[in-house]
């Protein structure tokens, strides 16, 4: 019956997210025929116009994990930032495993989300020179600092893949010793240089109170490739924002830190001001001159279908989802429930266009009847 109605509904509307599917039948079978009851109301109530919705009696928010239930807080007319503002104060053990990268991983590979293969991860030693002895290309990560790229180094040959500096696995393992311990600005506000030889320095504008109890973590991982699968240059990457399981728009830091971009759920490209503008570093001058994102559209599907299912399978309102390209075969890089670049300082830099931020925060509210 419910198969019946929907079909119905595709042939006689002209909405387009129902035109979307109104010539693939074949995707609402599936949908019956290989997942639960449940999980089909939520297929659905993805799909359907609202009328539709109605009828079933289904609203968007039965599929809302406690911890990102907000409805208590909301007030007409918040935006992104007074949203986000509510978000970063809020602490709950749940959040704690999303900003943790060590268990992020795990929660991912959980619910069937492809991630990097894990080396080595640890809450109780940071000591990884027997394991990256023999490894020619891998990513070190501090499971405690998520915020702002400090906790992360990349060596790909025995090179740093940022600054090209040779790196020895002893060099490494004394870095590890320095990414390990705890982050005296977790949960603050604030800014830090750079340290590629320039006075340039990269901010955190939006961090969550619950950095402050993270546990110590280290994480050992394989490096991402780039969107064509070559290995000698740092892997682009996505940053996909996604409301109610449902794609707003991806922004893309493209190979070296250069600004890629953005693209929207259907694939097409736009142009829009950089994220971390503060930096430099993702340089916009002649960017609207410059070719569009290169990735397939095939590819650039797959990164959308991966961001939307780990949203879904979070049950998150609005969550950051950031995947790597990764040579066609894409992964989660990490979830942001709060975009640690993306806050009230950010009107001091003027980056990302005004219609971005209202775009966002609008599709946050929508969802809990808010529009």
Known sequence: ELEALALASFSGSENWEAKELKDKPDRIREARLTQTVGQCWDFFHYFLPADIVAKLGFARNNHLAEEFDMSALLQPGMGL?????????????????????VALKTELAALNCSVARVYYSSYTSPDILDIIRDLPRYAVKAGHKHHGGRGVLLVGNGQ??????????????AIT?????????????????????TDRVQCVTN???LDKDLKQAILVEELALTWDGKLGLGADEAFCFVAWSRLCFCGVMANGGVWGGYFA?????????????????????GAALRPPVPWPKALREDVVALAERVAHSLKADFIRVDVFPNGGVPIVAEVSI??????????????????MLGLLGERWMEGYGQA
């Open 81 to 101: 930032y007074d949203l986000y503002d509510l978000r970063k104060d809020i602490s709950h053990p749940r959040f704690e495993v999303l900003a943790d990268k």
């Open 160 to 173: 740093d893949m940022r600054s090209g500096k040779h790196l020895t696995p002893e060099d490494v393992q």
């Open 177 to 197: 010793l320095e990414m390990w311990e705890p982050d005296p600005y977790a949960g603050e506000q604030h800014c830090f240089p750079l340290n590629d030889g």
């Open 207 to 209: 961090a969550p109170a």
């Open 265 to 285: 759920r259907d694939g097409t490209f736009f142009y829009g001001l950089p994220m971390h503008k503060e930096t430099g570093i993702r340089d916009d001058r």
């Open 338 to 355: 709060v975009s640690g670049w993306l806050g009230r300082a950010n009107l001091r830099w003027g980056e990302v266009d005004a219609w």
